[in-house]
Antibody, heavy 118, light 108 residues
Framework: QVQLQESGPGLVKPSETLSLTCTVSGGSISSYYWSWIRQPPGKGLEWIGYIYYSGSTNYIPSLKSRVTISVDTSKNQFSLKLSSVTAADTAVYYC????????????WGKGTTVTVSS | EIVLTQSPGTLSLSPGERATLSCRASQSVSSSYLAWYQQKPGQAPRLLIYAASSRATGIPDRFSGSGSGTDFTLTISRLEPEDFAVYYCQQYGSSMYTFGQGTKLEIK
């Protein structure tokens, strides 16, 4: 059974770069899309972007200038970097697996809270 | 960018009742790429329905999805206590995902 686990600092200073990693266990990273989604406190879900196992990426336009998602197939991991963070980037960050024919997200990590504060 | 608008924002019902949740898209969405998720407090979203009407693995048959074009519906036929949660619709198009703002289903 595939499981996802987010890891990274829970506190990031304003203007710095948020870095998170999602480790995929119980299955291969191949043949799926791998997304990052965030949820600000008390708000809804916002998709940030995805990477295909081959390395191609797509990002939400509003964050495209600040986001980089990368994959390390040898470690079964993919990562998120979000630069120049502000308090508005405070959220629970989830990683999720996207199915490649119907594009639903069927496996999610538990989420990790990232707070942007000095 | 396709905008998904869910209604109502909050739905107050009693266990045993039928729940009907709406998701309306700002432009036509492929039914193949419309999904519904359930989220409980402190938990990650859980996939319920994909391709507008297909139940995900392990989802009880009281959950059903329907719709096409710009109007989609999630129906819970008989509410169980564990069904009270927030529900999101999601679509994929133009190489990106968007979510609706959510419907909170609360106990009346």
């Amino acid at each position: 059974q595939v499981q996802l686990q987010e890891s990274g600092p829970g506190l990031v200073k304003p203007s710095e770069t948020l870095s998170l990693t999602c480790t995929v266990s119980g299955g291969s990273i191949s043949s799926y899309y791998w997304s990052w989604i965030r949820q600000p406190p008390g708000k809804g879900l916002e998709w940030i972007g995805y990477i295909y196992y081959s390395g191609s990426t797509n990002y939400i336009p509003s964050l495209k200038s600040r986001v980089t998602i990368s994959v390390d197939t040898s470690k079964n991991q993919f990562s998120l970097k979000l630069s120049s963070v502000t308090a508005a980037d405070t959220a629970v960050y989830y990683c999720a697996r996207g199915e490649r024919y119907f594009y639903y997200m069927d496996v999610w990590g538990k989420g990790t809270t990232v707070t942007v504060s000095s | 960018e396709i905008v998904l608008t869910q209604s109502p924002g909050t739905l107050s019902l009693s266990p045993g009742e039928r729940a009907t949740l709406s998701c309306r898209a700002s432009q036509s969405v492929s039914s193949s790429y419309l999904a519904w998720y359930q989220q409980k407090p402190g938990q990650a979203p859980r996939l319920l329905i994909y391709a507008a009407s297909s139940r995900a693995t392990g989802i009880p048959d009281r959950f059903s999805g329907s719709g096409s074009g710009t109007d989609f519906t999630l129906t819970i036929s008989r509410l169980e206590p564990e069904d009270f949660a927030v529900y999101y619709c999601q679509q994929y198009g133009s190489s990106m995902y968007t979510f609706g703002q959510g419907t909170k289903l609360e106990i009346k």
